[in-house]
C-alpha cells in the first residue's frame, strides 16, 4: 500500500517575518505546502485558538492522512525536528 502524500499548511499573515523564514525552508527542502492567510481574519485565529490554544503564527501543520501535529514553537529547529519524522516514515 502506497503511503499516503505528506501534507503541510502554513498558517501565516502579512507582514510576519518569520512566517516568510518558514515558507522559505519549506521551499529549500522542496515540501509542496499550502498557506492559510490569517491577515485580518480573526475567525481563522479564532481556529488556532481552539486546536492549539494560541492565536499567533506562524502555526505549520504537518501530517498524513488523518494524523495531523501542529508546530507552534518559534524557530526552525522544531520545524525541521517535526518534518524529518514525517519524512523518515
Same mark, same amino acid.
Given at each position: 500500500?502506497?503511503?499516503?502524500?505528506?501534507?503541510?499548511? =502554513?498558517?501565516?499573515?502579512?507582514?510576519?517575518?518569520?512566517?516568510? !523564514? *518558514? &515558507?522559505?525552508?519549506?521551499?529549500?527542502?522542496? %515540501?509542496?505546502?499550502?498557506?492559510?492567510? =490569517?491577515?485580518?481574519?480573526?475567525?481563522?485565529?479564532?481556529?488556532? !485558538? *481552539? &486546536?492549539?490554544?494560541?492565536?499567533?503564527?506562524? %502555526?505549520v501543520?504537518?501530517?498524513r492522512?488523518?494524523?495531523?501535529?501542529?508546530?507552534?514553537?518559534?524557530?526552525?529547529?522544531?520545524?525541521?525536528?517535526?518534518?524529518?519524522?514525517?519524512?523518515?516514515?
Amino acid at each position: 500500500m502506497m503511503p499516503k502524500p505528506l501534507s503541510v499548511v =502554513v498558517w501565516s499573515k502579512e507582514g510576519c517575518h518569520y512566517c516568510e !523564514e *518558514v &515558507k522559505q525552508f519549506l521551499k529549500e527542502k522542496q %515540501v509542496d505546502y499550502q498557506t492559510i492567510d =490569517v491577515t485580518n481574519r480573526d475567525e481563522l485565529r479564532d481556529i488556532l !485558538e *481552539v &486546536k492549539y490554544g494560541i492565536r499567533h503564527v506562524p %502555526v505549520v501543520e504537518i501530517g498524513r492522512g488523518d494524523v495531523y501535529e501542529g508546530v507552534t514553537k518559534v524557530g526552525l529547529s522544531h520545524l525541521a525536528k517535526a518534518l524529518n519524522a514525517y519524512l523518515l516514515n
